[in-house]
C-alpha cells in the first residue's frame, strides 16, 4: 500500500444518496488534491488544499464538497450526484511547490445508479 | 487548447518489442515534462520527469523531448508483460498543478 490510503475502494451510489470518499497520507505532506479520472479523458484537477486551505475549485459542481480538517486527511462529500459522475476518484499528496513529488492513493471507484 | 495531448491507444505489443509512447503539448514556454505509470486498480506513480530537451534514460526506460516539435516520447526496450499498464504524459503548469494526457493502456503479450 502506498503512503496515501483511500477508503472505500469501491462505491455505488444512487443519485438520492449522500456518501463521502476518505483520503489519509503520512507522509508528512502539506498539499492534497482531488482528481477525477474518466475512461479515455486526462485526468481532471477538482481541488487543491495547502496547509488545510482550500486553494483551487476548478469549477467543480457543488454536489462535490471537500473538507481538509487537516494536512494528513481529505474528505470528498457527495451529495445528488449524477451518472456521468460516474469514474475513478484519485487523492493525491505532494510538498507544497513540488509538482514531481505527487503520490497518489489507489482510488475510489464511484458508480451512480 | 488543451496543454498536452496523448493518444489513448491501445496498444499491443510482444514481449521484447519496442514500446513507443508519444504526447503533443501546446506551450513552448514548458520545460517540465513527466511520464507517470498506472497499473490497473492503482493511482499514477511518476515513472520519470525530464527538464527541458533531450533524452533520459533510466534502465530500460527512455524519455525524450523534442522541444522544436513540442512532443514528447517515451521508449520502453525489452518490453516485458510487467510493463502492461497504463502511461500518462503530465507537464506542471506551476508549483503544484498538472496537465495530464488522457494516457495510453500498453499491454505487453508473453
Known amino acids: 500500500e502506498t503512503g496515501v490510503t483511500q477508503t472505500p475502494r469501491h462505491l455505488v451510489m444512487g443519485m438520492t444518496n449522500k456518501k463521502s470518499l476518505k483520503c489519509e497520507q503520512h507522509l508528512g505532506h502539506n498539499a492534497m488534491y482531488w482528481y477525477k479520472q474518466s475512461a479515455k479523458k486526462p485526468l481532471e484537477l477538482m481541488f487543491v488544499y495547502n496547509f488545510k486551505e482550500q486553494t483551487e475549485n476548478n469549477s467543480v459542481p457543488s454536489r462535490f464538497s471537500p473538507e481538509c480538517p487537516n494536512s494528513s486527511h481529505l474528505f470528498l462529500h457527495l451529495h445528488t450526484l449524477q451518472p456521468e459522475d460516474s469514474a475513478l476518484y484519485l487523492c493525491?499528496?505532494?510538498?507544497?511547490?513540488?509538482?514531481?513529488?505527487?503520490?497518489f492513493g489507489s482510488g475510489t471507484r464511484l458508480t451512480v445508479v | 487548447q488543451k496543454e498536452v495531448e496523448q493518444d489513448p491507444g491501445p496498444l499491443s505489443v510482444p514481449e521484447g518489442a519496442i514500446v513507443s509512447l508519444n504526447c503533443t503539448y501546446s506551450n513552448s514556454a514548458f520545460q517540465y515534462f513527466m511520464w507517470y505509470r498506472q497499473y490497473s486498480r492503482k493511482g499514477p506513480e511518476l515513472l520519470m520527469y525530464?527538464?527541458?530537451?533531450g533524452n533520459k534514460e533510466d534502465g530500460r526506460f527512455t524519455a525524450q523531448v523534442d522541444k522544436s516539435s513540442k512532443y514528447i516520447s517515451l521508449f520502453i526496450r525489452d518490453s516485458q508483460p510487467s510493463d502492461s499498464a497504463t502511461y500518462l504524459c503530465a507537464i506542471p503548469l506551476n508549483d503544484y498543478k498538472l496537465s495530464f494526457g488522457a494516457g495510453t493502456t500498453v499491454t505487453v503479450r508473453a
Open positions: 493525491a499528496s505532494s510538498h507544497t511547490g513540488e509538482f514531481y513529488g505527487y503520490t
Open positions: 525530464t527538464y527541458s530537451s
